[in-house]
């Protein structure tokens, strides 16, 4: 199957700083990749569709302001949380490949 | 809409007993249904897969049938492992390849 990577697994930072995380594609062109969020025991919920050239789309109830997705290339989708809160402390997992199977490993956010 | 709602957990079973996890969903069209293994501290891992009507997915000792009249997509093993103790989602993905997820059952096999 398709490969997708996070980096990176895991990030602590402070209350107000800017946390990037990337979702590589390994083996395959993505011209679409999602993001899912996904709270302690509970279920993953998508936040948005990054789209290769284009801009994200978001999910109701997603600040596209404070989540920001960049799709540049065939292989790179990031998120960006800006001025992290400790509510934004979560596990964030992209998916793509074909059918957008393929999940990455997925990163731990925790903001103090 | 699209929704997927699955058993609650969590499910403790002893080794080499019989697994089942039940699932149904509702959609628009015609998904595909998928169950993914959540390991601790991980991502997701794509367990096994189904396409379309009667169709049957299967990996590593678990399967599941796609049942379009009863809407389900139900999780079976014949003969758990401890090292099968997980957190396993049934998910749909209908058109746009968006997934919608159940919320997890956890699954403990004890010795």
């Known amino acids: 199957g398709a490969v997708v990577s996070q980096h990176p697994s895991r990030v602590i930072c402070k209350s107000g700083t800017s946390v990037k995380i990337e979702c590589r594609s390994l083996d395959f062109q993505a011209t679409t990749m999602f993001w899912y969020r996904q709270f302690p025991k509970q279920s993953l919920m998508l936040m948005a569709t990054s789209n290769e050239g284009s801009k994200a789309t978001y999910e109701q109830g997603v600040e596209k302001d404070k989540f920001l997705i960049n799709h540049a290339s065939l292989t790179l989708s990031t998120l960006t949380v800006t001025s992290a809160h400790p509510e934004d402390s979560s596990f964030y997992i992209c998916?793509?490949?074909?059918?957008?199977?393929?999940f990455g490993p997925g990163t731990r956010l925790l903001v103090l | 809409g699209n929704s997927v709602t699955q058993m609650e957990g969590p499910v403790t079973l002893s080794e080499e007993a019989f697994l089942t996890i039940n699932c149904t969903y509702t959609a628009t069209g015609y998904p595909s249904l998928f169950w993914y293994v959540q390991y601790p501290g991980e991502g997701l891992q794509l367990l096994l897969k189904a396409t379309k009507a009667d169709d049957k997915g299967s990996n590593k000792g678990f399967e599941a049938t796609y049942r379009k009249e009863t809407t389900s997509f139900h999780l079976e093993k014949g003969s758990v492992q401890v090292s099968d103790s997980a957190v396993y989602f049934c998910a749909l993905s209908a058109s746009g390849n968006q997934f919608y997820f159940g919320t997890g059952t956890s699954l403990t096999v004890i010795p």
């Open positions: 998916s793509g490949g074909p059918r957008a199977q393929y």
